[in-house]
Each structure stands twice: as C-alpha cells, then as structure tokens.
C-alpha cells in the first residue's frame, strides 16, 4: 500500500487529498461557484446515468484510485481555506506515462496567482512520481485558464474539435503539454516543496 499523498506546498498554496472531514467546506464551495464553473466544466451527455454516491464513499474513490496511481486528484487550499482543485487523471503508464491535468479556482481568488502556482506544484510532484507527459485541455473562450498556460509557458499543441461534453454540447478545446524532459522556467515552477 502507498503512504498517505503528499501536501504539496509553495507561498501559502497547499494541495492535498480531500478528506471526510471537508465535507461541509467543499459542498459550500462548490455550490458558491456552480455559475462561474458552469462554462467551464464537463458533465456526462444526456442519456448517461452516473451513480449517485456520499461525500465519504466520493473521498474513498479518490483516495483508492491516488493509490493505483490513476489519478492525482487534490484540493487547492490558501492560507488553510479550500479555494479551487488540480487533479491529473487519466494516467497512463507504460510507454506513454502521461495525463491530462484540470483545475479551478473560486471566484473569490481567481486572478491571484492561485491556479499557475497549484499546477506547477501537481505538474513537478508527477513528474517526480515517473511521468513523462502532462497535457491540459482549454476551451478557446476560457481566457482566464488560457492565462494559466501563458504564465507558465506551455507549449500549445492545437485544437481537438467536438472533444468533451460541457455545458450542454461537445465543446473543442485547444491543447497544451509540457513534458518532464522540457525546461522548465520562471518564478511559476520555482520552490515547489513536496511534504511527505
């Protein structure tokens, strides 16, 4: 069994695991920013039935799957509040040995630095794990994520039409990557500290 994930730390930025006791603070968070995320966000195509499931059974499932190393899923603290997520799913080992990489940030915090900050510390923490390859999937009108990449220079690798399903049609999206053998610049991927 793998130890317990690590809290990734850099200038009052923290990601770690959800966990039980978060409950409260993360449904109130997430229903504060159900409108600014709507645009944003992928939700299963009419017709599909996903199964409804407890806030514990929720955390399980992420902790179970951290531990299968499949997904990297973490919550975005600042200063000890919830503000946002960072999660890297679809992990791929093998020869491949990359992911896609989401994230959010509350409204309240949005343009401080927030989101640059908690992916440079998820990126460095997967590639330290043993992947090669991050990529990140941005709808063209998203300008505030588009802002995300730009701060920490992504390379932009096109577009994939029709791609996922958000906000009531299947949206193109235009992707960035950066891979763990790319140099890494800028003040963004400099301090990440890995607390285990």
């Not at 390859?133 to 730009?150: G, K, Q, W």
């Not at 235009?174 to 053998?181: E, L, Q």
Request: net charge positive; charged share 30%; with cysteine.
């Amino acid at each position: 069994m793998r130890p317990v994930a690590p809290r990734l730390e850099r200038d009052g930025v923290r990601l770690r695991l959800l966990r039980p006791g978060d409950e409260r603070e993360w449904l109130s968070l997430r229903e504060r920013n159900r409108e600014w995320l709507r645009p944003w966000e992928a939700s299963p195509p009419p017709g599909t039935h996903e199964a409804t499931m407890s806030f514990r059974t929720y955390v399980r499932r992420e902790r179970a799957s951290w531990r299968a190393r499949r997904t990297y899923p973490m919550v975005i603290e600042r200063d000890g509040e919830l503000v946002g997520r960072a999660s890297l799913g679809r992990v791929e080992w093998g020869a491949e040995r990359g992911g896609t990489l989401g994230y959010w940030v509350s409204n309240h915090v949005a343009g401080q630095g927030i989101a640059p900050a908690a992916v440079a510390l998820l990126c460095e923490h997967a590639f330290a794990e043993g992947l090669h390859r991050i990529e990140i999937a941005i709808r063209p009108e998203n300008t505030a994520s588009l802002a995300v990449v730009r701060k920490l220079e992504l390379r932009e690798e096109g577009m994939r039409a029709s791609y996922l399903f958000i906000d009531g049609a299947w949206r193109d999206h235009r992707i960035f990557a950066v891979t763990a053998s790319e140099k890494r610049t800028g003040t963004w991927w400099a301090g990440a500290i890995d607390h285990s």
